[in-house]
Nanobody, 127 residues
Framework: VQLQESGPGLVKPSQTLSLTCTVS??????????WSWIRRPPGKGLEWMGA???????YYSPFLKSRTSISSDTSTNQFTLQLSSVTPEDTAVYYC????????????????????WGQGTQVTVSS
């Protein structure tokens, strides 16, 4: 399985950030995988943003829920992150990753819960 993030490397403040994760070597609808977006701001740890399940159900970090939307396109085997009203604090390396089971609470934030990761893409929020 391979995951590849794509999207703009530079976004202006107040705009909406949109990233796509393209999955190859496996279907995003296969039971019982969960597909997450995770980011790492400079000098900080991993921050889980949200996930979409094989069934299409979505899960969001309570800290970002008001600005985050995750969707999928089964015809292209991709899932997408949208983060609205971005500020420079949203500057980070953004990753997509797969969890082989449903996670709960703080488990979403644990690196070891994910078995496949994209290489990450740098997003800078700046005017």
């Amino acid at each position: 399985v391979q995951l590849q993030e794509s999207g703009p490397g530079l976004v202006k403040p107040s705009q909406t950030l949109s990233l796509t994760c393209t999955v190859s070597g496996g279907s995003i609808t296969t039971n019982y995988y969960y597909w997450s977006w995770i980011r790492r701001p400079p000098g900080k740890g991993l921050e889980w943003m949200g996930a979409i399940a094989y069934s299409g159900s979505t899960y969001y970090s309570p800290f970002l829920k008001s600005r985050t939307s995750i969707s999928s396109d089964t015809s292209t085997n991709q899932f997408t992150l949208q983060l609205s009203s971005v500020t420079p604090e949203d500057t980070a390396v953004y990753y997509c990753a797969r969890a082989p089971q449903r996670l709960y609470g703080n488990s979403w934030w644990r690196r070891e819960e994910y078995d496949y990761w994209g290489q990450g893409t740098q997003v800078t929020v700046s005017s």
